[in-house]
């Protein structure tokens, strides 16, 4: 693939089919990247285990490698269509003018795409920071979220042990009042049988 982009004459949509292309296999390899990873943590032998970490390591360092041989074939192959396209469109012009035209034409393709390379650059760095915070943004929530629901199971527990108390407290009113009705009601009859002895005696 990264000869295909080395060799490719243009128009710029071909280049950006064959990147699309790269990229699709690059995350195919991060992916089965990340199986053999998994499948070395699940080794009971310490020494397979190591064996295939070391192998991962091994092909994560050559994914970085041709990423760096992806990148450099796009800045040759760029430069190269953009030299075409200048040629073809300086045919026909004089001469002297047109060698004038192309040396200022190339450096300045040459100061556009190094700093169309320096701002992708930046931008990939910014995407990379981002993604770092983003990440730790969602470690900090999950840990949050965590906490906040063990207070809730312990809020709810305590919410429990208050209701059982409020009904038990009730309940003992209720009693409390009804002892206090039966108390006073007591109370009433034992004045009135006074009363009767005392006024009415002969009753």
Same mark, same amino acid.
């Given at each position: 693939?990264? $000869?295909?982009?080395?060799d490719?004459?243009?128009?710029?949509s071909a280049?950006?089919?064959?990147?699309a292309a790269?990229?699709?296999?690059?995350?195919?390899?991060?992916?089965?990247?990340?199986e053999? &990873?998994?499948m070395?943590?699940?080794?009971d032998k310490?020494?397979?285990?190591?064996?295939?970490?070391?192998?991962?390591?091994?092909?994560? +360092?050559?994914?970085? %490698?041709n990423?760096?041989?992806w990148? +450099?074939?796009?800045?040759?192959?760029?430069i190269?269509?953009d030299?075409?396209?200048k040629?073809?469109?300086l045919?026909?012009?004089?001469?002297?003018? $047109?060698?004038?035209?192309t +040396?200022?034409?190339?450096? &300045?393709?040459a100061s556009?795409?190094?700093?169309?390379?320096?701002?992708i %650059?930046?931008?990939m %760095?910014?995407?990379?920071?981002q993604?770092?915070?983003?990440v730790?943004t969602l470690?900090n929530?999950s840990?949050?979220i965590l906490?906040?629901?063990e207070?809730?199971?312990s809020?709810?527990?305590?919410?429990?042990?208050?209701?059982k108390?409020i009904?038990?407290?009730?309940?003992?009113?209720?009693?409390?009042?009804l002892?206090i009705?039966?108390?006073?009601?007591?109370?009433?009859?034992?004045?009135?049988?006074?009363?009767k +002895?005392r006024?009415f005696?002969?009753?």
């Amino acid at each position: 693939a990264l $000869q295909d982009i080395r060799d490719c004459p243009g128009p710029l949509s071909a280049l950006t089919e064959l990147n699309a292309a790269v990229k699709e296999k690059f995350q195919q390899l991060r992916g089965r990247l990340q199986e053999l &990873e998994q499948m070395a943590k699940e080794q009971d032998k310490e020494s397979e285990k190591q064996a295939l970490l070391q192998e991962v390591e091994n092909h994560k +360092k050559q994914m970085l %490698s041709n990423q760096a041989a992806w990148r +450099k074939a796009n800045l040759a192959c760029k430069i190269a269509i953009d030299n075409s396209e200048k040629d073809q469109l300086l045919q026909g012009r004089d001469t002297l003018r $047109q060698r004038k035209t192309t +040396k200022e034409s190339l450096a &300045e393709s040459a100061s556009n795409i190094t700093e169309s390379l320096m701002g992708i %650059s930046r931008m990939m %760095s910014q995407q990379v920071q981002q993604s770092e915070e983003t990440v730790q943004t969602l470690a900090n929530s999950s840990r949050t979220i965590l906490e906040a629901n063990e207070e809730f199971k312990s809020m709810s527990g305590t919410i429990q042990l208050g209701r059982k108390l409020i009904t038990k407290y009730n309940r003992r009113e209720l009693t409390d009042k009804l002892l206090i009705f039966l108390a006073l009601a007591l109370f009433l009859a034992t004045v009135l049988y006074i009363l009767k +002895k005392r006024l009415f005696p002969f009753l």
